[in-house]
């Protein structure tokens, strides 16, 4: 059973900083996904990983598959970037069944 | 863009009382989730689905909860008899499959409260 660790659980930021989330998981994968949550409820998929690095506008997520690592930055933070953020995984399952095993989230909060 | 949608977004309940959610997944996709999030709790994987069948069920869905997909478009999750304890947001999933590792789509989730 792969355990998804991140951290921090709570990050309060000023607008234009540069934000920094963390995860750790435990067992192989064959990918990661970084999903963001608001308010509402709703969640959304804003990166799928299997290796390296992705980029959309000011979000940055990275992996280290050896060290079972990963990272998601967001540049130039702004209060809409306010949410949720969720590390999930997809078991190293030979792609039999891609069930997601979740982190338990970091809330970010950005004041202007 | 397409688009997983799941209905009732809120559904209140009597204790005992049979509840169905409703998700329509993407119409191409070939493997379906129901999650569920307690409040304040990590989402948690309830059961998955492909090739009309039930491929892996956690020990969260027991004999009270089932899945269909009965005319190729709708998936449901039916709870027999609710518990007070099944008070949580439900969200349903789908990936295509088409390759080895896909992006999740998440409908907007059905807050289900039971009373």
């Known amino acids: 059973k792969n355990e998804v660790e991140q951290s921090p659980q709570n990050l309060t930021a000023q607008e234009g900083e540069f934000i920094t989330i963390n995860c750790s998981y435990s067992v192989g994968i064959s990918a990661l996904h970084w999903l963001q949550q608001h308010p509402g409820g709703g969640i959304v998929s804003l990166f799928m990983l299997s290796s390296g690095k992705k980029k959309h506008g000011r979000l940055i997520a990275t992996i280290n598959i050896q060290e079972k690592h990963s990272s998601l930055h967001i540049t130039a933070s702004h209060p809409r970037d306010s949410a949720v953020y969720i590390c999930?995984?997809?078991?190293?399952?030979?792609?039999?069944?891609?069930?997601?095993?979740f982190g338990k989230g970091t809330l970010l909060t950005v004041n202007p | 863009e397409p688009e997983v949608t799941q209905t009732p977004s809120h559904q209140v309940t009597q204790m005992g009382q049979e509840v169905i959610l409703r998700c329509v997944p993407i119409s191409n996709h070939l493997y379906f989730y129901w999650y569920r999030q307690i409040l304040g709790q990590k989402v948690e994987f309830l059961v998955s689905f492909y090739n009309n069948e039930i491929s892996e069920k956690s020990e969260i869905f027991d004999d009270q909860f089932s899945v269909e997909r009965p005319d190729g478009s709708n998936f449901t999750l039916k709870i027999r008899s609710t518990k007070l304890e099944d008070s949580a947001m439900y969200f349903c999933?789908?990936?295509?499959?088409?390759?080895?590792?896909?992006?999740?789509?998440f409908g907007q989730g059905t807050r289900l409260t039971v009373v």
């Open positions: 999933a789908s990936m295509s499959g088409f390759v080895e590792n896909t992006e999740a789509f």
């Open positions: 999930a995984v997809n078991g190293d399952s030979g792609g039999s069944n891609y069930k997601l095993t």
